[in-house]
């Protein structure tokens, strides 16, 4: 069903969501509210999801736009809305038609905070990663599936040795595992063998991927898709973004992308 759009003082896009019902008009500030009160992610992202399907493909890429840049503003409720909004992206909530639909619009309507958020990603799983290895050299090589079950361990030199496993199953794992720090979790996030598997796994974990300093390390990561990167570019804080952006090698994109953060918010 359709929705009806109006400008509101601020220049952004309101949508009715029930054509049917007396005008209500959501503003993206309403709408950022609602998703904030939601208890978990996973809900998030569908109820932000239905929202959507609530309006044309241009109205939904100017709502998606508009809580991209008032989340890079920083602070409640914009920033778990924009968290949101990864999520939902990052998932197959979204059909692939209504996907493209919105891409387009946001293309025509020059919403570059909304093309970045649904620039399609390409992961490379890696299947040489479930082959056997020695979790030190000179034993024997493992199985995946004895690698899994050691990744359940209590034991800290395991872990340790087992945080540079190449296959996502056993990180994903690990990153359940309730005896892992926040800086065993930065290992995996920095290091530059991480495949994009196994990088875009550690931002599907509730624990982790909220952390401030886990998800700067994954953003100045050359090995993290530059899709995600962008998308994560807005759950940054001005200070984040000016340290990421002291990197000399940065994507061109990517670059581009905190130049706009940091530019003061109209």
């Known amino acids: 069903m359709a929705a009806r759009a109006r400008p509101c003082e601020a220049g952004i896009v309101g949508f009715d969501l029930d054509a049917q019902a007396p005008c209500t008009t959501l503003e993206p500030f309403e709408v950022a509210t609602r998703l904030a ?26 709502l998606l ?16 809305a924009l968290l949101a909004a990864v999520d939902l992206v990052g998932s197959d909530r979204l059909r692939a038609d209504e996907r493209s639909a919105i891409e387009a619009a946001a293309d025509a309507l020059g919403l570059q905070s909304c093309k970045e958020l649904l620039m399609p990603e390409e992961l490379e799983h890696g299947y040489h990663a479930a082959a056997p290895r020695a979790l030190v050299p000179g034993t024997r090589p ?14 800290r030199d395991v872990l340790q040795r ?4 190449p296959h996502v199953e056993v990180v994903g ?7 892992l720090t926040e800086d065993d979790i930065l290992r995996i996030a920095t290091a530059r063998r991480s495949s994009a598997a ?14 401030a300093r886990v998800r700067r390390a994954l953003v100045g990561n050359p090995r993290l898709p530059l899709p995600i990167a962008l998308r994560l570019v807005g759950l940054l804080s001005e200070v984040e973004v000016r340290d990421v952006a002291r990197d000399p090698n940065l994507r061109p994109q990517l670059r581009a992308a905190l130049d706009r953060r940091l530019r003061p918010v109209c």
């Open 162 to 165: 087992l945080l540079v496993d």
């Open 37 to 62: 009160v939601l208890p978990d992610r996973t809900m998030r992202a569908a109820r932000l999801a239905e929202l959507l399907r609530t309006a044309t493909p241009e109205h939904a890429a100017w």
């Open 198 to 211: 196994v990088l875009a796994r550690l931002l599907e974990s509730p624990r982790w991927s909220t952390r």
């Open 142 to 155: 493992l199985t995946l599936g004895e690698r899994k079950s050691l990744a359940r361990s209590w034991q």
């Open 173 to 179: 794992l690990l990153l359940g595992n309730p005896h």
């Open 65 to 80: 736009d508009a809580l991209a840049t008032a989340g890079r503003s920083g602070g409640p409720p914009y920033t778990v």
